[in-house]
């Protein structure tokens, strides 16, 4: 199976830009890109998804790479609620998607 | 709108004691259905997704089952549990081409 590969954790200060980065270099031309996002305790929570296209949506902003082997999730102006761990994943073609361990993005005051 | 509910929050069970745990689906039908696991501090294990109604794959061998008796209902089961079993799971929905919807979780413990 492909694999997503993503840093363990970043930071960033409150309402400034994040980019998120995600390496996805075995995915197939059918496969979505998906991110998520999931606070402590909680189930994970949908940010966004796109093709080949970028993407945006009220949360964030998807940007795609020309061979589709990485993406970016932006945060345009990050808040303390943005604090959590972020997962990028792609679905196979067959909408079964699997999951890394995420990104742990903390925001600083 | 689509809503999915999933019980109970919080479960303790006795190490060799069974269990079920059910999620249900409204506002949508045939859904593609998901359980997945996520271990103190790890990321998210996929175990069963269903596609149908009796349509079940398996993705990690062990001691967990799991069933769609009905178009909007998942259920996961074991027969005896294991301390391993501890965890938090989750049960998700999707449409193809769209995100997934996850529940709030099912936080076990075994002792």
């Known amino acids: 199976d492909a694999k997503t590969t993503q840093p363990n954790s970043m930071e960033s200060n409150e309402e400034e830009p994040v980019h998120l980065p995600c390496n996805h270099s075995?995915?197939?031309?059918?496969?979505?890109i998906h991110w998520y996002r999931q606070l402590p305790s909680q189930g994970p929570e949908y940010v966004i998804h796109?093709?080949?296209s970028n993407v945006n949506n009220r949360m964030a902003s998807l940007a795609i790479a020309e061979d589709r082997k990485s993406s970016t999730l932006i945060l345009h102006r990050a808040t303390l609620r943005d604090a959590a761990v972020y997962y990028c994943?792609?679905?196979?073609?067959?909408?079964?998607?699997?999951f890394g361990t995420g990104t742990r993005l903390t925001i600083i005051p | 709108s689509q809503t999915i509910h999933q019980w109970p929050a919080t479960l303790v069970q006795p190490v060799g004691s069974p269990l079920s745990l059910e999620c249900t689906v409204e506002g949508t039908s045939n859904p593609n259905l998901y359980w997945y696991r996520q271990a103190a501090g790890r990321g998210l294990q996929l175990l069963f997704y269903?596609?149908?109604?009796?349509?079940i794959s398996s993705e990690v061998p062990q001691n967990l089952s799991a069933s769609r008796p009905q178009d909007r209902q998942f259920i996961l089961s074991s027969k005896k549990l294991l301390l391993s079993d501890s965890g938090f799971y989750l049960c998700a929905w999707s449409r193809l081409g769209y995100g997934y919807t996850f529940g709030s979780g099912t936080r076990l413990t075994v002792v």
């Open positions: 796109g093709l080949t």
């Open positions: 075995t995915i197939s031309g059918t496969d979505y």
């Open positions: 994943s792609t679905n196979f073609g067959n909408e079964k998607l699997t």
């Open positions: 269903s596609v149908g109604i009796g349509q």
